[in-house]
């Protein structure tokens, strides 16, 4: 994989988010649940996509944290126009594990 430099790292802006809504999304090709992610401040709440039904439940997520890539155009999915990349990692499987803070860290935090 390539080197980037550190202003190319910077040109992503990944935050901190608060799931407020999830439900099903049955007509995607995979697996997937629509989300409304709220930032704070002028980002606000956005909407997102993720294959993520293997571990998570739309009805256990809103309240959950996670961390989002929010400056990428937004994405048609299907019906659906996903607006933010909510970030995770594989497991063993391949399944996604999401991404969140270790500890309590506001909404609409960068990281860095």
């Known amino acids: 994989m390539a080197e980037i430099s550190f202003?190319?790292?910077?040109?992503?802006?990944?935050?901190?988010?608060v799931i407020t809504e999830a439900a099903p999304y049955p007509e995607a090709r995979k697996p997937a649940i629509k989300?409304?992610?709220d930032f704070g401040g002028d980002i606000g709440v956005k909407k997102s996509s993720a294959q993520i039904t293997n571990y998570y439940d739309?009805?256990?997520l809103p309240g959950?944290?996670?961390?989002?890539?929010v400056n990428?155009?937004?994405?048609?999915?299907?019906k659906f126009m996903s607006e933010v990349l909510v970030l995770g990692v594989p497991d063993e499987d391949g399944e996604v594990i999401l991404l969140k803070p270790d500890l309590d860290a506001p909404i609409g935090g960068r990281l860095f």
Do not use: Y
């Not at 202003?7 to 988010?17: L, N, Q, S, T």
């Not at 959950?64 to 890539?69: E, L, Q, S, T």
């Not at 990428?72 to 299907?78: S, Y």
């Open 64 to 69: 959950r944290k996670v961390m989002a890539v």
């Open 7 to 17: 202003d190319d790292f910077m040109k992503v802006d990944i935050r901190v988010g």
């Open 58 to 60: 739309p009805d256990t």
């Open 35 to 37: 989300l409304w992610v």
């Open 72 to 78: 990428f155009p937004p994405r048609q999915i299907g």
